[in-house]
């Protein structure tokens, strides 16, 4: 005998399912939460406070970002990411692609998502697995040509050390207008890698002085830098190089004569006039040896 189907019979069936999709929401907002204070804090009480969060709930992006940043092992990192990128996949829904086609980072909800892709490859990069990292940063600025992320400055940086010319011009040719230090540093490293000390090289490394005469110091890895990266920053400031040495001082290792060519322009430069002539001969130093 067929069980009838009744208006009856499906309400509390209906309740129950809403009751179920109500509580991993809850769960989910409690684990925010909690990995917003794993994110304040450091050290093995980020690690602690991030895994009670998955505890809660295993769909915390956030969660599975802030444990990454206590590992040193990268490609633990890795894969902590890429859990972080499916925790949001799966927060957002299947058709997350389509649903907020032309809308993202308007919408809130694919914040963490969009920066878990974000760090997953930015770690990509530093395991030399640059084609994947490089797709991802392409998908970030198709969905959100605004880019509010400045996925453009780390795209622009895979390309340089790729050696993809082509598509490198096309992104410094987009951003031409763009004074970032990350933008600017590699225009007049890349001038440098093509053409040696040409006066297209000397003008991009002046115009890249001017954007922030701090990377320079902080190249050599002498200086003193924070555990963490900083978040945000300046156009100009101390920061603003400390975020781009951090990610691209060893392109400069990679470009025969770059290092020496940097030390030069800084020596005949007065913006360093003030700073420390003890340190700064010996970050001179530091350069042209590299």
Not at 131 to 153: F, G, H, S, V
Not at 220 to 235: Q, R
């Amino acid at each position: 005998m067929t069980k009838r189907i009744t208006k009856a019979s499906v309400i509390p069936l209906r309740h129950h399912d809403d009751a179920r999709t109500s509580s991993a929401q809850d769960r989910l907002n409690l684990a925010e939460r909690k990995a917003r204070e794993a994110w304040a804090a450091g050290g093995s009480k980020r690690g602690r406070l991030a895994k009670e969060a998955l505890a809660i709930s295993a769909d915390c992006t956030e969660a599975y970002m802030a444990l990454a940043t206590t590992s040193s092992d990268w490609q633990a990192r890795v894969k902590l990411y890429r859990k972080a990128v499916d925790a949001g996949e799966r927060v957002l829904g299947s058709d997350w692609k389509s649903k907020f086609a032309g809308s993202f980072w308007e919408e809130i909800e694919t914040r963490p998502l969009m920066r878990a892709i974000a760090s997953l490859a930015n770690a990509l990069r530093w395991e030399d697995e640059l084609d994947e990292a490089r797709d991802l940063y392409r998908e970030l600025l198709m969905r959100n040509p605004t880019d509010q992320q400045e996925i453009r400055y780390e795209l622009a940086s895979v390309l340089l050390e790729a050696q993809e010319y082509s598509e490198l011009d096309k992104l410094l040719a987009k951003y031409k207008d763009d004074r970032g230090a990350a933008i600017m540093y590699t225009k007049a490293l890349y001038a440098f890698a093509k053409d040696g000390g040409s006066t297209e090289a000397e003008e991009a490394l002046r115009l890249a002085l001017e954007a922030n005469h701090h990377v320079p110091l902080f190249l050599p890895g002498i200086l003193e830098t924070p555990t963490d990266k900083p978040a945000t920053f300046l156009a100009g400031s101390e920061e603003e190089a400390i975020v781009y040495s951090w990610d691209n001082s060893f392109l400069w290792l990679d470009v025969p004569g770059a290092g020496k060519w940097l030390a030069q322009a800084i020596q005949k430069s007065d913006k360093y006039a003030k700073f420390d002539r003890a340190l700064f001969e010996e970050i001179v130093e530091e350069l042209k040896a590299e």
